[in-house]
């Protein structure tokens, strides 16, 4: 990245200002039953009727439906699903590959972190924060409040001044997140998932996550169509490593189909796992984006 940015640059008055919208937002949403207060996937005594199951021995017997065994003579359980704040845990990324690039990556990165730290404390849940590159770093483990939201911003303009964290290791901060003792929530991983090790790996770490799970890829235009032509010298911004090469309409065609299959195979992840995927363009407004998703329903917090 050229020039350090500084905090009234990355989080403008005008931006700032939008994750008041944002928050509106979210709230007319969950106020039409789609999102807000969640639904924990543990089911027990709650407040909302889910479903029934036989009875087995150890059973509380409280919840028995007599009514079901006058009728049908069998023992069956009522089983409702519990209304539960849901903790956020976002992961961005701040690895090398992040702060190339105009506008760089990371840009976009720590506002779609605040940005959702903020719907989610507004929520009445509490937000971690979790900077990844060669190592998971724990900025906020648990931050509640409206005060929060400030903290996280102040603590994410100081990422950004400080640079690079080293390389990606995408799976290993997963793998740590995974290991720590927090109360299960949702985890967002911010990325342009560009890890050495490839999905597959990645596929491996969050199929341990005992977490929900949201995908935010950072993308532009040029990772489509590369603006390359020639001869030109490659390096790879995390290893250093050149390579030289002359770039032919061959080459650029079979990177593009390389890259199209690199972003099935994402999708494809995302849907194994439950999860969803978006995408948001690093060249274009983060807050609309975000906007739009929560407005269609794409986007569960």
């Known amino acids: 990245m050229g020039r350090t940015l500084t905090f009234d640059e ?3 008055a005008d931006f700032l200002s939008a994750l008041t919208a944002l928050s509106l937002v979210a709230k007319r949403v969950a106020a039409g039953g789609r999102h807000g207060e969640r639904l924990s996937k543990d089911l027990g005594s709650g407040v909302e009727f889910k479903d029934y199951r036989p009875y087995s021995a150890g059973d509380d017997l409280r919840a028995i439906d007599w009514n079901v065994y006058r009728r049908l003579g069998k023992l069956s359980l009522r089983l409702f699903e519990e209304q539960q704040n849901l903790p956020l845990y976002v992961l961005p990324d701040v690895s090398e590959s ?3 690039e105009s506008p760089p990556r990371i840009v976009a ?3 779609i972190t605040l940005a959702l730290a903020a719907v989610g404390i ?3 849940d509490s937000a971690g924060v979790f900077p990844f590159a060669e190592e998971l770093q724990v900025l906020f483990k648990a ?15 100081h990422l950004v001044a400080v640079g690079s964290a080293g390389r990606t290791d995408l799976i290993g901060a997963i793998d740590t997140i995974g290991h720590m003792k927090l109360r299960p929530g949702l985890v967002v991983v911010i990325s342009d998932f560009f890890d050495p ?6 596929r491996s770490a969050l199929e341990g996550l005992r977490h929900r799970l949201l995908l935010v890829q950072l993308i532009r235009a040029s990772d489509t169509n590369p603006e390359y032509g020639g001869d030109v010298r490659l390096e790879d911004c995390e290893t250093g490593e050149l390579l030289d090469l002359t770039i032919s309409p061959d080459i650029l065609e079979r990177y593009r189909a390389a890259y199209t299959s690199f972003q099935g195979e994402l999708e494809q992840l995302a849907s194994a796992l439950g999860s969803h995927l978006l995408r948001i363009d690093v060249e274009r407004d983060v807050v609309e984006q975000l906007a739009l998703l929560f407005d269609d329903g794409a986007l569960r917090l």
Do not use: P, Y
């Not at 931050?143 to 303009?157: D, F, H, K, T, W």
């Not at 090790?197 to 990645?202: H, P, V, Y």
């Open 143 to 157: 931050i509640s409040g409206r005060a929060g939201v400030m903290a996280i911003a102040q603590r994410l303009a």
């Open 197 to 202: 090790r490839g999905l597959s790996a990645l």
């Open 109 to 111: 990165a720590v506002r």
């Open 122 to 124: 507004e929520q009445h």
């Open 98 to 100: 992040m702060f190339i």
């Open 10 to 12: 990355l989080f403008t």
